[in-house]
């Protein structure tokens, strides 16, 4: 029996993987991603933030020299 054609988007996951992982498989590891994708996102909110917040400091010190 032949699996699935892996899709240009699939091509990241382990081709072991895409053939043989159940429905609870593939939905656990579905959700691990997606927890790690709002951390990052999180992350990079909070980064940026910090970025504007340093570029407003660095601004205001070389005005007021």
Avoid: K
């Amino acid at each position: 029996m032949t699996g699935p054609v892996p899709t240009p988007a699939l091509d990241r996951l382990r081709p072991e993987f895409i053939e043989h992982a159940s429905i609870d498989a593939i939905r656990a590891q579905y959700e691990r991603a997606q927890a790690q994708a709002e951390l990052w996102s999180d992350r990079a909110r909070d980064l940026f933030l910090l970025l504007c917040q340093r570029e407003d400091q660095t601004a205001t010190e070389e005005t007021s020299r």
